[in-house]
């Protein structure tokens, strides 16, 4: 089949908008500004901006294990509402993806009930415990698309050197989420000022901080490719960007509610305001915001992280760390940062495809004659507030419930085939 879309706008390198068009043919862009083919089915991009899909290296869909809070169809229907087309899956499910058995039941899970595309994580340790190592070689097999413990910090340096070695022998990426275990004090929130104020216990940035310049000095010397998770402190900017100028094969990503949101925005003790790592102070999201105009930060990542109603009803004690992300993360980083004129929307868009799939060797997250058709339609002028009943992600489970934001995808395409369409 081929599909014809025109009246559509891309942003250019100096990120001015050109009006053109895309020709899909097979799943493939066969042409860029070319001629309506015959027979080809047409869609009216009605002057919106197209961008290549986007690209989420850190999320969680829930299913196998806890349905109750997403599934595969659910979460995947919510990012294609986000405009993600390509996303990889934490190993943080039961069962784990640690074993073939376990990668095959979850690849068939994926096969059956995926909106798009989906690309499982394999855990560095058995059961997220931090104990036995996997055989990632056996994992990487089995469609691994990187290795991560996200979650849980690996507590014992050895356990991760180790992995590194490997997975520097196998050419696979090590993903790490970075907390010193002995370093939470059983915080729920930064410790800072408004975790004082709120009588909350709070999370220290070392915890984070001190993991990662471990972490960094053990892929030197395993000679690893390491990216770190949800970066959130300026001591881990920091630690990051020594490591770069080291000559460190590190990559980073921050999350759209740290560069968003801080530690000061909590309203008070609501675990929809509960994430890990959590909300830090206004000094850190700064550095979050250099870092990432200078590349130090290599991405963004929305840690969709859904949970029940239940759950997080009742204050930061005793809730579950997380929120959701895939169905807010543009338009609210467009509305911020792109209409203030602090970044510019090729910025943006590059954050969320090029640079995550570069990081992980994926073919995806650019508009170029040969690749996927993987995009996403949207409409930069259309408002709308954030309304959380209204997502089609089982979590409600944001503090951006009741913002307002413009830039909301209209259509994602994935592999030339509709994965979403805003019903008119
Ligand atoms: N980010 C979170 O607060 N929670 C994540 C785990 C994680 O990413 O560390 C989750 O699985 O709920
Ligand atoms: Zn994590
Ligand atoms: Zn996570």
Same mark, same amino acid.
């Given at each position: 089949?081929?599909?014809?879309?025109h009246?559509?706008k891309?942003?250019? #390198?100096?990120?001015?908008?050109?009006?053109?068009?895309?020709?899909?043919? #097979?799943?493939?862009?066969?042409?860029?500004?070319?001629?309506?083919? =015959?027979?080809?089915?047409v869609?009216?991009?009605?002057?919106?901006?197209?961008?290549?899909?986007?690209?989420?290296?850190?999320?969680?869909?829930?299913?196998p294990?806890f349905? %109750?809070?997403?599934?595969?169809?659910?979460?995947?229907a919510?990012?294609?509402?986000?405009?993600?087309t390509?996303i990889?899956a934490?190993?943080?499910?039961?069962?784990?993806?640690?074993?073939?058995?376990?990668?095959?039941?979850? $690849?068939?899970?994926i096969?059956?009930?995926?909106?798009?595309r989906v690309?499982?994580?394999?855990?560095?340790?058995?059961d997220?415990?931090?104990?036995?190592?996997? $055989?990632?070689?056996?994992?990487?097999?089995q469609? =691994?698309?990187?290795?991560?413990?996200?979650?849980?910090?690996i507590?014992?340096?050895?356990?991760?050197?180790?992995?590194?070695?490997?997975?520097?022998?196998?050419?696979?990426?090590?993903?790490? %989420?970075?907390?010193?275990?002995?370093?939470?004090?059983e915080?729920?929130?930064h410790?800072?000022?408004?975790n004082?104020?709120?009588?909350?216990p709070?999370?220290?940035?070392?915890?984070?901080s001190?993991?990662?310049?471990?972490?960094?000095?053990?892929?030197?010397?395993?000679?690893?490719?390491?990216?770190?998770?949800?970066?959130?402190t300026?001591?881990?900017?920091?630690?990051?960007?020594? =490591?770069?100028?080291a000559?460190?094969?590190?990559?980073? #990503?921050?999350?759209?509610?740290h560069?968003?949101?801080?530690?000061m925005?909590i309203?008070?003790d609501?675990?929809n305001w509960?994430?890990?790592?959590?909300?830090?102070?206004?000094?850190?999201?700064?550095?979050?915001?250099a870092?990432l105009?200078?590349?130090?930060?290599?991405?963004?990542?929305?840690? %969709?992280?859904?949970?029940?109603?239940?759950?997080?009803?009742?204050?930061?004690?005793?809730?579950?760390?997380?929120?959701v992300?895939f169905?807010?993360?543009?338009?609210?980083?467009?509305?911020?940062?792109?209409?203030?004129?602090? &970044?510019t929307l090729?910025?943006?868009i590059n954050?969320?495809t090029?640079?995550?799939?570069?990081?992980?060797?994926?073919?995806?997250?650019?508009?170029?004659?040969?690749?996927?058709?993987?995009l996403?339609?949207?409409?930069?002028?259309?408002?709308?507030?954030?309304?959380?009943?209204?997502?089609?992600?089982?979590?409600? $489970?944001?503090?951006?419930?009741? &913002?307002? =934001?413009?830039? &909301?995808?209209?259509?994602?395409?994935v592999?030339?085939?509709i994965?979403f369409?805003?019903?008119?």
């Amino acid at each position: 089949m081929t599909t014809f879309i025109h009246n559509i706008k891309m942003v250019n #390198e100096a990120s001015e908008l050109v009006t053109t068009s895309i020709t899909i043919e #097979e799943g493939k862009i066969t042409a860029i500004g070319g001629e309506q083919p =015959a027979h080809a089915q047409v869609i009216d991009g009605k002057g919106n901006l197209v961008a290549p899909g986007f690209v989420d290296v850190h999320t969680h869909l829930r299913e196998p294990g806890f349905e %109750h809070k997403e599934t595969i169809a659910t979460g995947t229907a919510s990012a294609a509402k986000g405009g993600f087309t390509t996303i990889c899956a934490m190993p943080n499910t039961k069962p784990v993806p640690d074993s073939i058995e376990n990668m095959q039941l979850i $690849n068939g899970l994926i096969q059956d009930s995926a909106a798009i595309r989906v690309l499982p994580y394999g855990s560095l340790t058995k059961d997220i415990s931090g104990e036995v190592r996997t $055989n990632m070689e056996e994992l990487k097999a089995q469609g =691994a698309v990187a290795f991560s413990d996200d979650g849980v910090g690996i507590q014992l340096a050895a356990t991760m050197y180790e992995q590194m070695k490997e997975a520097a022998r196998i050419d696979a990426v090590v993903v790490a %989420h970075c907390e010193d275990n002995s370093l939470i004090y059983e915080g729920v929130m930064h410790e800072g000022t408004r975790n004082k104020e709120l009588g909350l216990p709070g999370i220290p940035s070392i915890c984070e901080s001190v993991q990662i310049a471990r972490d960094v000095l053990l892929a030197e010397a395993a000679g690893a490719r390491y990216h770190v998770c949800h970066v959130s402190t300026k001591e881990s900017v920091r630690a990051v960007r020594d =490591a770069k100028a080291a000559g460190i094969r590190v990559t980073a #990503e921050v999350c759209p509610h740290h560069l968003l949101l801080e530690e000061m925005d909590i309203p008070s003790d609501d675990a929809n305001w509960k994430m890990n790592p959590p909300l830090r102070a206004a000094d850190d999201k700064d550095s979050l915001h250099a870092a990432l105009l200078d590349g130090t930060i290599d991405c963004i990542a929305t840690d %969709h992280a859904p949970h029940t109603v239940e759950e997080k009803c009742c204050g930061m004690v005793g809730a579950p760390f997380g929120i959701v992300g895939f169905e807010t993360a543009f338009p609210l980083l467009y509305t911020s940062f792109v209409e203030t004129g602090k &970044w510019t929307l090729k910025q943006l868009i590059n954050w969320m495809t090029v640079k995550p799939s570069q990081i992980f060797d994926l073919p995806y997250g650019t508009l170029t004659v040969g690749a996927s058709a993987d995009l996403t339609i949207i409409d930069l002028n259309k408002e709308q507030t954030v309304d959380a009943e209204g997502f089609v992600s089982k979590g409600r $489970n944001t503090p951006f419930n009741g &913002w307002v =934001a413009k830039g &909301w995808p209209v259509l994602t395409m994935v592999e030339g085939k509709i994965a979403f369409e805003e019903v008119q």
